[in-house]
């Protein structure tokens, strides 16, 4: 098990160094349009001390090599570099809005796991019933629903007509989001960046249950005499959860990561959004951090859920050595 | 008192192209300690008739519509659902067909042995264990203290049938049903297998239904044979009865069908023509008729019933009581030109 573990660490090297190769190259001048000097030097009139002065300290007229080189060390040791608009290191401005990210991905993923794994059994358990069918509808809406509109509609909803309808006396806050924003703040955001996730969670558990439970291994269960309960629950469950486990884990990871369009939507003060507004400002240095620190976080996600997935699934312990 | 007692089983499957009637009037009985083979081609009814035996059809769509199973004096079939929990795995167990997927692949294989020891004899974790790791032992594991730890993926086919066998005896069942125990594994796997459960039977006393395909384990182990075809029995004796003095003349196909190093000349295999009926549209009369080289107008208009024809060998062919029509088995012997 050690081993294993050691290795997917191992693996996740040349990942990390192909990230940055791709990232690095937003950086060399004239790879993308415009003049990163002018971008950092903003409204101040640009001398030639001045060019002079920020050349040497990115390091713009070394080699590629050299610079990448440099890059590379500077990300390592926790320097991501300084934004161009509003002059603080990145790494700061990040640990700042991350938390609020995984706030968000944290209550996401609560309402995925308890939403879409009970629907997809009561799904699976009384197939064709009422509940199967509405559970079979709900999501086939809900994963062709574009999110962001789905987070408008829900703003409109709860946010407006709710309150017309009680009087104001009852609605769920849609604007004001303070930092770090309270818990009745995250509500909205949260379902809205679950819903489709839930939905595939549904359906995965649906499929996954539903073949567990033809199964010839579930035969044997019940000619053991066991009761129903433990034939569902727990012959055909852990069989059937592998798969959605991967699900969530990997979703995880992307959720972490900030949720670009749920955050722009709702003002939500994380990552995603910061990535979005550095985007519209060509704020480079930002923009390439929080990549890096996503794709990092969506690695070390992935490592967690490959240990748990071979706890779960005895078969492909050991790396695959068995069998 | 038989310690099983089948009268008049019917199983049927509603399904969207019509009713598949899987088990149509099965009659028999089972002894303490005696073993019955059901023989039949695929499809002939085989496992329903012992699935129906375990209520283990799988409903909506699969239903007993008729018939009584009683063992012991208690009609199974009005059971309710936690006594049939009760008498599955205890009081009867079953091993199936196809040990790779027999067993479920993310529990060790003692703890699955242990499930049924848990339920039925009310052991707790440890005990079970401890229990589990007997039976290993019993069927032959060997190191069966640390293979019982060890999941389903790391056992051979042949350990898992043996583990399958293990889990079936656990509760010390009074009858063991095994469902083609030997078609998914190698030929020399076969033999021990089979071999396995005559020592277990010898040991426990279990009486065993055995379903197959394969004559050639019929003649190893059964007291009794069972023919069926297209869901109905056709004929039914001792071993001796049905082997030697054939009533049937599917039974007879059966058997020419096979191939015997004691027909020297002529060594060719004589399998039965034709298909398998379809157990939804049945054809009229005797099932058999439109394979059967003897059949004549009374085959296709009225069932045979399934009559006694010497004391305790039974056969449903209207011809079976007619002494110019019985082949013995010198006639057998003596070369398939019959025909």
Known sequence: MLKYVVRRVLQMIPVFLGVTLLLFMLRIPGFLPGDPIQLIVGERELTPALRKQIEEKNRLNDPLPEQYVWYVSNIVQGDLGDSYQKGRPVADILTDKFPNSFRLAFAAIIVEIVIGILAGIISAVKQYSFWDVLVTLSTSILVSVPVFWLGLLLQMFFGIQVREWTGGAFSLPITGMGDPPDLAHIILPAITLASVSTAYVARIMRSQMLEAMSQDYIRTAKAKGLTERVVVFRHALKNALIPVVTFIGIDLGFLMGGAILTESVFQWPGVGREIYLAVLQRDWPVVMGGVIVIVLIVMLVNLIVDISYAILDPRIRYGGAAE | ?339
């Open chain 2, 1 to 339: 008192m038989a310690l099983l007692e089948v009268n008049n089983l019917k199983s049927q499957f509603f399904t969207r192209d019509g009713v598949v009637k899987a088990v149509d009037g099965v009659s028999f009985t089972l002894n303490e300690g005696q073993t019955l083979a059901i023989v039949g081609e695929s499809g002939s009814g085989k496992s329903v008739t012992a699935l129906s035996l375990m209520r283990l059809i799988q409903e909506p769509q699969g239903r007993i519509v008729d018939g009584e199973v009683v063992l012991s004096g208690e009609d199974v079939l009005k059971l309710n659902d936690s006594q049939v929990r009760a008498m599955r795995g205890n009081r009867i167990a079953m091993i199936f067909q196809d040990p790779m997927t027999s067993l479920n692949p993310v529990f060790r294989v003692g703890f699955q042995i242990g499930e049924a020891l848990r339920v039925h004899k009310g052991m707790n974790r440890e005990q079970a264990a401890q229990r589990a790791v007997e039976m290993l032992e019993l069927v032959g594991i060997p190191n069966a203290a640390h293979r019982a730890k060890d999941y389903p993926h790391q056992f051979s086919g042949g350990m898992r049938q043996r583990a399958m066998i293990a889990m079936a005896l656990a509760c010390d069942p009074d009858i063991l049903i095994a469902d083609e125990p030997t078609t998914a594994l190698d030929v020399t796997i076969q033999a021990q297998i089979l071999e396995l459960m005559l020592e277990m039977q010898q040991r426990t006393g279990a009486a065993i239904i055995m379903i197959t395909h394969d004559l050639g384990v019929v003649a190893d182990m059964a007291d009794d044979v069972m023919v069926m075809y297209g869901g109905r029995q056709v004929e039914y004796g001792t071993a001796d009865h049905v082997f030697y003095n054939p009533l049937h003349p599917y039974t007879w196909g059966l058997l020419d069908s096979l191939p015997r190093h004691d027909i020297s000349e002529k060594g060719e295999l004589c399998p039965i023509q034709g298909q398998p009926p379809s157990l939804i549209d049945i054809p009229s009369g005797c099932a058999f008729h439109p394979r059967c080289p003897h059949a004549r107008e009374i085959c296709r208009t009225s069932i045979p019933d399934l009559k006694e024809i010497e004391p305790g060998h039974r056969s449903a062919c209207h011809f079976s009581s007619d002494p110019r029509f019985r082949r013995t088995i010198a006639a057998s012997q003596s070369g398939r030109e019959v025909r």
